[in-house]
T-cell receptor, first 117, second 115 residues
Framework: GAVVSQHPSRVICKSGTSVKIECRSLDFQATTMFWYRQFPKQSLMLMAT?????????EQGVEKDKFLINHASLTLSTLTVTSAHPEDSSFYIC?????????????FGQGTRLTVV | AQSVTQLDSQVPVFEEAPVELRCNYSSSVSVYLFWYVQYPNQGLQLLLKYLSGSTLVKGINGFEAEFNKSQTSFHLRKPSVHISDTAEYFC?????????????FGKGTKLTVNP
């Protein structure tokens, strides 16, 4: 099946610094990717929809200037957490669908555990 | 807008016992339905999905689910669980009518299989 690779799997950063998370579709083209955030013992909350070649669409309550999304190619989307604070510590997961088929299955990355100290 | 309710936050069972994880959804339009499994510190893996056709859907690892439109449910079942099935399970829906690819997740059910 299709594979989505997310990197890094874990990252620790200092407060005030920025962290970039990459999400790659390895064997298909993803015109749209999704970024989720998961708090401990809770469900995934959609943060934003990343569209190739255009601006991302953010969900209500998500700061677009804090969570910068770039989808520069059909196989890569990046999420940058700017000026990170401890409350940004969370598990971030991306997903993508194959834009060339009608299949509605979303493939998920392995997730990134962000810890801000 | 859609919403998903997973009625049980935790389900403990003994190995080789049957299990049912409940999922109900709410939507004003037709939906696709999914079950995902998440192991600790990992992403989500698709167990099964309902798009159309037969309401009984079989997935990986011996899981199956039945779509019940009248009850707006999509419960997940396995006749005999293994220790390795211990994980978090998420039910999700997406809006098929508008072509939206967004998934709305339930809060998850933690399945613990005890020896």
């Amino acid at each position: 099946g299709a594979v989505v690779s997310q990197h890094p799997s874990r990252v620790i950063c200092k407060s005030g610094t920025s962290v970039k998370i990459e999400c790659r579709s390895l064997d298909f083209q993803a015109t749209t990717m999704f970024w989720y955030r998961q708090f401990p013992k809770q469900s995934l909350m959609l943060m934003a929809t990343s569209n190739e070649g255009s601006k991302a669409t953010y969900e209500q309550g998500v700061e677009k200037d804090k969570f910068l999304i770039n989808h520069a190619s059909l196989t890569l989307s990046t999420l940058t957490v700017t000026s990170a604070h401890p409350e940004d510590s969370s598990f971030y997961i991306c997903s993508a669908r194959d834009g060339m088929t009608v299949n509605t299955e979303a493939f998920f990355g392995q997730g990134t555990r962000l810890t801000v100290v | 807008a859609q919403s998903v309710t997973q009625l049980d936050s935790q389900v403990p069972v003994f190995e080789e016992a049957p299990v049912e994880l409940r999922c109900n959804y709410s939507s004003s339009v037709s939906v696709y339905l999914f079950w995902y499994v998440q192991y600790p510190n990992q992403g989500l893996q698709l167990l099964l999905k309902y798009l159309s056709g037969s309401t009984l859907v079989k997935g990986i690892n011996g899981f199956e689910a039945e779509f019940n439109k009248s009850q707006t449910s999509f419960h997940l079942r396995k006749p005999s669980v293994h220790i390795s099935d211990t994980a978090e399970y998420f039910c999700a829906v997406s809006d098929r009518g508008s072509g939206s690819e967004k998934l709305v997740f339930g809060k998850g059910t933690k399945l613990t299989v005890n020896p």
